[in-house]
């Protein structure tokens, strides 16, 4: 036979088999929740499903309002003083409960050799007879002699304040920490404090300084209580707290409304994008403008010079463009990509300038009437302004790649405008 120190729910069968459970402390809770002093993975157990309640040397049992109910030895019950051996109920799992108090699992179903059945006899009417004094003492314990605490615990949200506004941060969908402190107290000693985020429970902590061992009795024993908890999606958020003192009395903290919004950070980068999206969209136009006078002067559909004069007023619109770009401050993430935008157009207004002494020279060769020699580029300007143009064109693809890159990172956004188009 196997005998127990202390008092112990041992599981029989269902997912936690083969585990003791120790009653250790006056207030034992059962569920599924880690949370619980004695958690079970059981689906059929409720979130809290049960207690365990301790004085002296008798333990009561008490089943929470659970969903499947708390059975013992067959039957369901609401409470139960527990004896050694009881069988206990819960979903799909079974425990046995031992007192530690002598105790025994019985490992052989015959007597040792050479006992008398008349001993035997004796000796298990003598044992019931104890057992039922025991039980009459027990419940003679709880009812007259078990220590009250009818009184609730008190609960309150120190801080974030009521209506407070949380400020999100840079990168988007980033969590954004907000410290959560609560205060709570008890007459006679407090177990633990569940903090709910709309509705739902987000953590659970125990109480250490308050509890109903420590302190000097007759005084109200109170605990602070901190949290971080994180934030990353714009709503409203609605804090509540409920208190637990050491017998299952509870409380509600008053709820706490918060709003969490974007913070400046995240508005500067939104309202920078927008406006370099709307630079990129000019430089496409004006790019397009040139491409289409420099193909109708190569091919014949326009002249020379009015070609120059399209390259001239691409070049001014461009340098205005530039002027823009370089007026805005861009936030640090995205620093890298303002630079080769920069570059990009530098280069172009290059091509630009160069542009216009090229059609300047092919409008003289143009009206010189030699139209059987080869058009003259003494000066090379189609070339130079063909190496300006590709040098922007490679600025273009840099640009976009880091442009979108951090557009990604920072604000979750898809790429912006093609600036290679």
């Not at 569920?31 to 409720?46: A, V």
């Not at 496409?284 to 002249?303: C, D, E, H, L």
């Not at 461009?318 to 890298?336: H, K």
């Amino acid at each position: 036979m196997t005998a127990y120190q202390m008092p112990v729910l041992q599981v029989e069968t269902g997912p936690a088999a083969g585990k003791r459970f120790p009653l250790y402390k006056d207030v034992i809770t059962i569920g599924r929740l880690e949370d619980n002093d004695i958690c079970l993975q059981d689906t059929l157990i409720s979130k809290h499903h049960a207690r365990v309640i301790a004085h002296q040397s008798a333990y009561l049992l008490e089943d929470l309002g659970s969903s499947n109910g708390t059975f013992v030895n067959g039957e369901r019950i609401t409470s139960h003083l527990l004896s050694d051996g009881d069988v206990v109920y819960l979903g799909d799992t079974t425990l046995t409960f031992w007192s530690g108090m002598g105790a025994v699992e019985s490992v052989a179903g015959t007597p040792a050799k050479g006992m008398k059945k008349k001993n035997i006899l004796v000796m298990v009417l003598s044992i019931a007879g104890f057992l039922v004094i025991a039980g009459l003492a027990v419940a003679l314990i709880l009812i007259f002699g078990a220590e009250k605490d009818e009184i609730k615990p008190e609960v309150k949200v120190i801080s974030p304040p009521d209506g407070f506004n949380i400020e999100l941060k840079l990168p988007v969908n980033s969590m954004t920490e907000v410290p959560i402190k609560v205060s709570a107290s008890d007459d006679k000693g407090l177990d633990k404090i569940v903090i709910f985020i709309n509705e739902q429970e987000e953590k659970t902590l125990k109480a250490i300084n308050a509890t109903k061992k420590s302190g000097a009795k007759g005084q109200w024993k109170s605990e602070e209580f901190e949290f971080k908890w994180g934030v990353n999606k714009e709503g409203d958020y609605l804090v509540r707290v409920k208190a637990f003192d050491w017998k299952g009395n509870t409380s509600d903290s008053d709820p706490v409304h918060l709003r969490a919004k974007e913070g400046p950070e995240i508005m500067i980068c939104r309202d920078y994008v927008a406006k370099i999206d709307g630079l990129i969209a000019e430089f496409v136009a004006y790019r397009k403008k040139f491409q289409a006078a420099y193909t109708g002067a190569k091919n014949g559909t326009i002249s020379y010079p009015e070609a120059g004069y399209v390259f001239n007023e691409v070049g001014n619109q461009r340098r205005d463009l530039f002027g823009r770009l370089n007026s805005i401050s861009p936030p640090a993430p995205f620093v890298g990509a303002h630079t080769l935008f920069s570059q990009q157009i530098s280069y172009a207004i290059k091509a630009d300038d160069l542009a216009v002494l090229w059609a300047r020279d092919m409008s003289i060769w143009e009206s010189s009437g030699d139209y059987f020699d080869e058009p003259p580029d003494p000066n090379g300007y189609e070339k130079q302004m063909q190496s300006a143009s590709a040098a922007s064109q490679k600025k273009a693809l840099e640009f976009r790649n880091e442009y979108n890159a951090q557009r990604a990172a920072q604000l979750n956004a898809g790429p912006g405008p093609d600036p290679a188009a």
